[in-house]
């Protein structure tokens, strides 16, 4: 019923359909969407390819670390019945133990980049 008392008909009700704007709203979404994804896409790749380039460089400075830690020791163990090469052990323990900690975390956290 309506409020002057007569029924309602079929025919009385209005179809609503989607204002205009509703349909450039979602086509304007969709557009968003695919741009926002875009970028991620973007931002990924340039992830993966900067994340190769440091981990090489990283891997040179891990390598070269650990040749560097070498030809220390070398001496150290050899030069020490010649008498050519000493150094304290407080010395040995810091460039073995606390850079070398260093360099291989630093190496980790290159190989281990949170992604998003």
Same mark, same amino acid.
């Not at 359909?17 to 086509?27: G, I, L, M």
């Not at 993966?48 to 220390?72: C, N, P, Q």
């Given at each position: ?23 450039d ?31 090489? @460089?990283?891997?040179?400075? &891990?390598?070269?670390?650990? =040749?560097?830690?070498?030809? !220390?020791?070398?001496?150290?163990? /050899? ?6 090469? @000493?150094?304290?052990?407080? &010395?040995?323990?810091?460039? =073995?133990?606390g850079?070398? !900690?260093?360099?291989?975390?630093? /190496? ?9």
């Amino acid at each position: 019923m309506s409020d002057s008392g007569s029924p309602v008909g079929i025919n009385d009700i209005a179809v609503s359909h989607p204002p205009k704007d509703f349909e450039d709203d979602f086509a304007e979404s969709l557009q968003y969407e695919r741009d926002r994804k875009g970028l991620e896409l973007r931002g990924i790749k340039q992830d993966l390819e900067e994340r190769k380039s440091y981990a090489g @460089r990283i891997f040179d400075l &891990v390598r070269g670390w650990v =040749i560097a830690i070498f030809f !220390l020791i070398l001496p150290q163990g /050899f030069g020490t019945a010649i008498g050519f090469f @000493r150094l304290d052990a407080s &010395v040995m323990l810091a460039a =073995i133990g606390g850079t070398t !900690l260093n360099v291989l975390g630093l /190496f980790y956290v290159v190989a281990n980049h949170p992604k998003r």
